[in-house]
C-alpha cells in the first residue's frame, strides 16, 4: 500500500499551494501539489498533481482514519465507482477545462 502524509510548504507559484509527500512502501518518496479539495460522505479526498505546469498528471488520494491527530494518512483511489463518483465532483469544482481519468 503506498500512503501520503500531509506536509504544508508554499510552492513556487504566483499562489501558495500545499504540498505532499507521498510515500512508498519501500520508503521512496513523491512531492504532489495539492489542487482541490473535497469531503464526501464523511471522507476527506484530494485531488493533487506531480507538477505545477498545465500539462501535470493529476490523482485522488482518500484520506484513511487514523488513531493520530497530527498526520493524516493517504492513499490512491482505485476503486472505479469510487473515482468516477469523486472525478466528477472535482471535474464541478474546477474552472478549468480539466479531464480526469483512471
Do not use: H, W
Request: proline share 1%; charged share 35%; with cysteine.
Amino acid at each position: 500500500m503506498r500512503t501520503a502524509f500531509l506536509e504544508t510548504e508554499a510552492a513556487e507559484k504566483e499562489y501558495c499551494m500545499e504540498k505532499i509527500i507521498f510515500t512508498a512502501e519501500d520508503g521512496t518518496k513523491e512531492e504532489f501539489y495539492i489542487e482541490e479539495q473535497t469531503r464526501i460522505n464523511g471522507v476527506n479526498y484530494l485531488l493533487v498533481s506531480d507538477s505545477m505546469n498545465d500539462e501535470a498528471n493529476a490523482y485522488i488520494l482518500k484520506e484513511l482514519p487514523s488513531a493520530q491527530e497530527e498526520e493524516s494518512e493517504y492513499v490512491m483511489v482505485d476503486n472505479e465507482v469510487e473515482f468516477e463518483a469523486v472525478s466528477g465532483v472535482f471535474s464541478q469544482m474546477l474552472d478549468d477545462d480539466v479531464e480526469l481519468e483512471k
